[in-house]
């Protein structure tokens, strides 16, 4: 059971990035996918979610209408698309699957955003 993110990078303010998780061991289409992220000396934060049936999303404040969620429960990935990065954005993301009860968390992918 796991998940490995990937795409994360270091870009300039105002660029793009797309980040993936792709998670194995598990039935993904039953859970609740989510990117959290951690920025330097700051705590966790949940970015975006999205239910296991795709219909329900939701944003933190700091990130709507930049940020995107989409999944592929044919793949069994998860993407964030990331538009109008900022600064504040930097941290490490984590993709995270929850499932009546039962959670899973990918090691981490680090994003960098210089003014």
């Known amino acids: 059971d796991q998940l490995t993110e990937s795409g994360g990078d270091s870009v300039q303010s105002g660029e793009s990035l797309r980040l993936s998780c792709v998670a194995s061991?598990?039935?993904?289409?039953?859970?609740?996918m989510g990117w959290f992220r951690r920025g330097p000396e700051k705590e966790r934060e949940l970015v975006a979610a999205?239910?296991?049936?795709?219909?329900?999303?939701y944003y933190a404040d700091s990130v709507k209408g930049r940020f995107t969620l989409a999944r592929d429960d044919a793949k069994n990935l998860l993407f964030l698309q990331m538009n109008s990065l900022k600064p504040e954005d930097t941290g490490v993301y984590y993709c995270?699957?929850?499932?009546?009860?039962?959670?899973?968390w990918g090691q981490g992918t680090q994003v960098t955003v210089s003014s």
């Open positions: 999205i239910s296991a049936d795709g219909k329900m999303t």
């Open positions: 995270n699957a929850l499932f009546l009860g039962m959670e899973f």
């Open positions: 061991g598990f039935a993904f289409n039953l859970y609740a």
